[in-house]
Structures are given as C-alpha cells and as structure tokens.
C-alpha cells in the first residue's frame, strides 16, 4: 500500500539553484495538491490540480511552478530557490468529491 | 472564504485526563469538516470526519468530535490521554469549489500529554 510517495524526503540548496520535488499517488485519485508547511502557519496550499490535465494557483504559489504529468503524478518545481522557501513541502491527493486528503511523508526541504 | 480557528497552539494535559481540542470554522456553504493527527517527521493522516448524517463522529484510536451547526464548532475530544496521543492535530473544512473540494487547514494545536 504505497499510497502517496513524495522524494527526495531530504534536500539541501544553495540560493539560485533549482530543483523539482517528485509525487505519485496509486489510489486513482482525480485531485493532486502541494501544500507548504512552516511553523505556527499550518499547511498553505501552493498549487492544486483539480483533475488530470488542470493546475491552479493556490494560496502561495509565488516561486513555483507545477506538472501534471499524468494522473498519479504531480511535481513541484522550484526555479531560482530562496531562503524563505525552506519549509516542509507535503503532497496529497483526493477523489474529487470527498475533500479527504491522503498525504506523502513531506519533503523537507533547506536553501542556504 | 471559508476558514478554521484552532484555538490554543499548544495544549497540555495529564494522561489519563480529558482531552479537549477547539475548532470553529467558517463556511458559506454547508462544509465538510475534518481532523488530522500528525506524528514527528510525518504526514498527516486523517483522525475523523464529517460529511452529512450523525453529528458526533468517532474517529480512531479513541477520539470524537461533535459538529454543531449553531456554534459553527467541531471540537475533537478523547475522553482518556495516552502518552501515544502526543502529536499535533490539525483541524480542516472542506467545499465545494468549481468542481473540486477546497481546502482549508487551521494552524494546528500541539499535544502534549504529562505523565
């Protein structure tokens, strides 16, 4: 039961350099999302995809930019890394009309 | 918009005592409504929820939550701590919003259970 599986869980960047963060999901689900979170501010959604084909802005998606690449995958990519988005990144996935999230374990992510 | 207030950041209690975590939400349309418990260094997994039907929820490992409506309140409880229930619990509402389910998440309430 793989569920939702996210890599690397560990990644150290240096400002300017750029790298993409890897999500699958093997329940079928219809919606993807990538959520930040940061201490005493929860989890903040940086982009979601509604269904295969589709991605939408979220709360903070300043910096990012995503792929659908099919209907279990979702990637996050981050072009020019700063400071402020060292975080842990989580990704998650749900059928359409539930809300019920799945997430990944996170990917914990440090730009120096 | 819809958002959550998860009331107390950080909570202690002694194990074996009344565990009592505070949510209110708002919601223009009636919402779904959920708990996640996150352990350290890992996701979050859900604890209970609601969709429609009863209004108090069991949920695992010993918890429940009452929605109500009125006071636009979903607290979760545990009637007994265990020192496992050490995490932190995330309260989230749920709609409907152009063809897939929002989400929005409280900031979280740490658990810390004394021994």
């Known amino acids: 039961n793989a569920g939702v599986t996210q890599t690397p869980k560990f990644q150290v960047l240096k400002t300017g350099q750029s790298m993409t963060l890897q999500c699958a999901q093997d329940m079928n689900h219809n919606s993807m999302y990538w959520y930040r979170q940061d201490p005493g501010m929860g989890l903040r959604l940086i982009y979601y995809?509604?269904?295969?084909?589709?991605?939408d802005k979220g709360e903070v998606p300043n910096g990012y930019n995503v792929s659908r690449l099919n209907k279990r995958e979702f990637s996050l990519r981050l072009e020019s890394a700063a400071p402020s988005q060292t975080s842990v990144y989580f990704c998650?996935?749900?059928?359409?009309?539930?809300?019920?999230?799945?997430f990944g374990e996170g990917s914990r992510l440090t730009v120096l | 918009a819809q958002s959550v207030t998860q009331l107390g950041s950080h909570v202690s209690v002694s194990e074996g005592a009344l565990v009592l975590l505070r949510c209110n939400y708002s919601s223009s349309v009636p919402p779904y409504l959920f708990w996640y418990v996150q352990y350290p260094n890992q996701g979050l997994q859900l604890l209970l929820k609601?969709?429609?039907?009863?209004?108090l929820v069991k949920g695992i490992n010993g918890f429940e939550a009452e929605f109500k409506k009125s006071e636009t309140s979903f607290h979760l409880t545990k009637p007994s701590a265990h020192m496992s229930d050490a995490a932190e619990y995330f309260c989230a509402v749920s709609s409907n919003s152009g063809g897939y389910q929002k989400v929005t998440f409280g900031i979280g309430t740490k658990l810390q259970v004394i021994p």
């Open positions: 995809s509604a269904s295969e084909g589709t991605t």
């Open positions: 609601y969709t429609t039907g009863a209004t």
């Open positions: 998650a996935s749900s059928q359409r009309n539930t809300g019920e999230l799945f």
